[in-house]
Nanobody
Framework: QVQLVESGGVSVQAGGSLRLSCAASGYSYRRNCMGWFRQAPGSPGKEREGVASVYRFDGSTYYADSVKGRFSISQDNAKNTVYLQMTSLKPEDTGMYYC??????????????????WGQGTQVTVSS
């Protein structure tokens, strides 16, 4: 049973920093792609936005333009955990953040359809 459990979401002021964690279990972990997605409040019909991804095997990363230079994705193989370090947070970063695992072939495309396993999400709220 694949399980992805996110944590670390809280309310912060604009300009602040936050680190999200995603602990994975029940999954062949070393050769897959892990990604972070987010969904803005009040937009249930809108697809989740891909934020960052990491290919576990070689550590290559990819970021959406909206977070490039502010967010950093990293991994701890010993703990089967992926992190998303977020800095210089803006109100528009507010949303539910989801961790996902998917195919390495499409890792850096950050398309929802390429990720088959999802966590339940952790809420990030950035106030101005």
């Amino acid at each position: 049973q694949v399980q992805l459990v996110e944590s670390g979401g809280v309310s912060v002021q604009a300009g602040g920093s936050l680190r999200l964690s995603c602990a994975a279990s029940g999954y062949s972990y070393r050769r897959n792609c892990m990604g972070w997605f987010r969904q803005a409040p009040g937009s249930p019909g809108k697809e989740r936005e891909g934020v960052a991804s990491v290919y576990r095997f070689d550590g290559s990363t990819y970021y959406a333009d909206s977070v490039k230079g502010r967010f950093s994705i990293s991994q701890d193989n010993a703990k089967n955990t992926v992190y998303l370090q977020m800095t210089s947070l803006k109100p528009e970063d507010t949303g539910m953040y989801y961790c996902a695992a998917g195919s390495p072939a499409q890792c850096h495309g950050l398309q929802v359809s390429d990720f088959g396993f999802w966590g339940q999400g952790t809420q990030v709220t950035v106030s101005s």
